[in-house]
């Protein structure tokens, strides 16, 4: 998907909505280690374990600002096609309130139901504005209180589902 105008970009921008590869790794973790909510430690997940998300259990998507050699991506978002579960996304702080965020997580939400899933979940910090952007976009808690790292679980069923206009 190519973009010269529409949410979150200026009339002379240019972003792609596409399926990230591993020749985005750098930038992937560029971004997830700018956030400043639902912070990782570094060394947490392998490169090897977030190419198997890549491309063995799921797939992921990137909104790229600027391509190849000087690739600029805005933010990512990775599903896992085994279980329905939102495995990481995130939008470069700097870039928040652009729209990035929720088309990466519509087509994610699109492409996890059409694997057959009818309820898709994830966890995120609590009273995090990653927790009232799941909730705008029709996420629920499961009210089975905070998993073993203080994170909130949600759902979201396919019937709920509400494709953002």
Known sequence: MRAASGPGCRDNDAMTLRIATRADTAELWRVRYAVTENTL??????????HAY????????????????????????????????????????ALHGQG?????????????FAQGHTRLDLATEPNSRAEAFYRRA??????????????QPFELHLNDWQRHA
Do not use: C, K
Request: proline content about 6%.
């Open 54 to 93: 890549l491309e063995d259990y799921g797939r992921g998507w990137v909104v790229e600002l600027a391509p190849h050699p000087a690739l600029r991506i805005a933010g990512f978002a990775i599903g896992d096609a085994r279980n329905g579960h939102i495995w990481a996304m995130f939008v470069d702080p």
């Open 100 to 112: 990035y965020g929720r088309q990466l997580h519509d087509v994610m939400v699109d492409w996890l």
């Open 41 to 50: 430690t570094p060394g947490r997940i392998s490169e090897a374990e977030l």
């Open 138 to 151: 029709g996420w629920q808690p499961t009210g089975e209180g905070l998993d073993r790292w203080g994170d």
